[in-house]
Nanobody
Framework: QVQLVESGGGLVQPGGSLRLSCAAS????????MNWYRQAPGKERELVAR????????NYADSVKGRFTIFRDNAKNTVYLQMNSLKSEDTAVYYC?????????????WGQGTQVTVSS
């Protein structure tokens, strides 16, 4: 059974930091690129950060460049999103997404989301 379980969300003051985790199971994690998306109330879901299956390539939305870092530990089947210098506009539900590569091409999995609220 495929599972992506996010954790680490919560309430933080502006300028603060949070680290989100996404633990994967039920598929071969190292064959999947991993993405973090977010969706704020009344807005469309947007891609925040992406990391290749090996971790050698990373991309970020302009709105988070220099503040967020995506990284993964394939031995632990976990991807992380380190979020620093948080702003109120970062408030959203954050989702973990796995996209299959090679022999797993076409498979696409989502977590249930974790709420991040940035407020004083």
């Amino acid at each position: 059974q495929v599972q992506l379980v996010e954790s680490g969300g919560g309430l933080v003051q502006p300028g603060g930091s949070l680290r989100l985790s996404c633990a994967a199971s039920g598929f071969t994690f190292s064959r999947y690129a991993m993405n973090w998306y977010r969706q704020a109330p009344g807005k469309e879901r947007e891609l925040v950060a992406r990391i290749s299956n090996t971790g050698g390539s990373r991309n970020y939305a302009d709105s988070v460049k220099g503040r967020f870092t995506i990284f993964r530990d394939n031995a632990k089947n976990t991807v992380y999103l380190q979020m620093n210098s948080l702003k109120s506009e970062d408030t959203a539900v954050y989702y973990c997404n796995a996209v299959g590569l090679g022999t797993d091409l076409g498979y696409d999995y989502w977590g249930q989301g974790t709420q991040v609220t940035v407020s004083s």
